[in-house]
């Protein structure tokens, strides 16, 4: 029984994007931003009961890493966009689907405009339905995930599944999805879901090689040994040391799997965060603590490289959020 519906829509304008971190109800995000072009991003969320449905669009170029809800299964597509998105370092093609298992990490990566949408639902709602559609359950991931195979046309109609839904509970604002039509609602999207991957079988799954997966690990593990270095200038020779890789052989699968070198992999990555420390500055926040914190040592260049990529000063980004607090 359905007990409550709720739809909500935000748009994300300018540098917003990079505090949008609840973009999956349960998982949690951090974007990134590429380009000193301001940005534009649009996220709606229907929540049905247990069902949800959520998408994103951007238009500009992006990174948002996390992690999936730890309770539920996840459901992904790219809508738009999929010739220039990575998922995990791998691209992405337009007949797959994604299916997460619960709390899987995630790296979305886009070189341009794009969109998503994401379906969410307990599992065992899920099997109760494929049961009956397929008479056993679904052979589902339980950690990590499955890029999977599925007709043209199925995809096309999970997309038109999902916008109309949008359309329909944006247009019954405020007021809201009656409880009727709510259940009819996540029945016929849990039902359309089932069936589609009822129809893959799970047998289509697309190949991943063990080397993609290896390089993906590889990134993470260099970020995180990357940010215990925050305080120091970033040593990649000391990362392909520790990592045990060579710093070729780290340069090119960055190339191969992100589309840059690590170098601007680390200092995006470290100029996003300073950009967040400075749009939400605490109390007596500088310019120099900032830099600091994420492990800039020469002001100048941090300013130089912070512009750069933003398209203004640190300090300007400081004065305008410390003008509004």
């Given at each position: 029984m359905i007990h409550s519906s709720f739809y909500e829509r935000h748009t994300y304008s300018g540098f917003e994007p990079a505090q949008a971190f609840d973009v999956v109800y349960g998982g949690h995000f951090e974007h990134r931003l590429l380009s000193p072009r301001r940005a534009t991003m649009d996220h709606q969320r229907l929540t049905i009961g247990n069902v949800r449905i959520e998408t994103g669009q951007y238009d500009f170029p992006v990174i948002a890493q996390g992690a999936m809800p730890k309770d539920c299964v996840c459901i992904g597509m790219v809508a738009e966009g999929w010739g220039i998105t990575r998922y995990n370092t791998q691209a992405i093609d337009e007949g797959e689907i994604q299916v997460?298992?619960?709390?899987?990490?995630?790296?979305?990566?886009?070189?341009?405009?794009?969109?998503?949408?994401?379906?969410?639902?307990?599992?065992a709602d899920l099997q109760s339905v494929a049961a009956e559609r397929l008479g056993r359950p679904l052979d589902l991931p339980v950690r990590g995930l499955a890029s999977i195979r599925i007709a043209a046309q199925r995809r096309v109609y999970l997309r038109t599944l999902v916008d109309d839904a949008m359309a329909l509970a944006r247009s019954l604002q405020p007021e809201g999805i009656g409880t009727r039509l709510a259940h009819e609602m996540a029945r016929s999207l849990v039902t359309a879901y089932a069936d589609s991957l009822c129809a893959a079988d799970l047998d289509k799954r697309s190949s991943r090689t063990q080397a993609a997966d290896r390089h993906y690990h590889l990134i993470l593990a260099c970020e995180r040994l990357m940010q215990t270095q925050l305080m120091t200038e970033v040593d990649l020779t000391e990362i392909a040391r520790r990592s045990g890789y060579s710093l070729r052989s780290i340069e090119h699968i960055f190339k191969q799997r992100v589309g840059m070198t690590p170098g601007r992999w680390f200092a995006n990555m470290r100029l996003n965060g300073a950009l967040r420390d400075?749009?939400?500055?605490?109390?007596?926040?500088?310019?120099?603590?900032?830099?600091?914190?994420?492990?800039?040592?020469h002001l100048s260049r941090f300013a130089s490289q912070y512009r750069g990529t933003f398209g203004e000063l640190p300090s300007q980004t400081l004065a305008r959020a410390q003008a509004r607090m």
């Open positions: 997460y298992g619960p709390g899987v990490e995630l790296l979305y990566h886009a070189g341009g405009a794009s969109r998503w949408i994401n379906f969410t639902v307990a599992q400075l749009i939400a500055p605490v109390a007596g926040c500088s310019v120099t603590d900032v830099a600091t914190r994420w492990g800039f040592r």
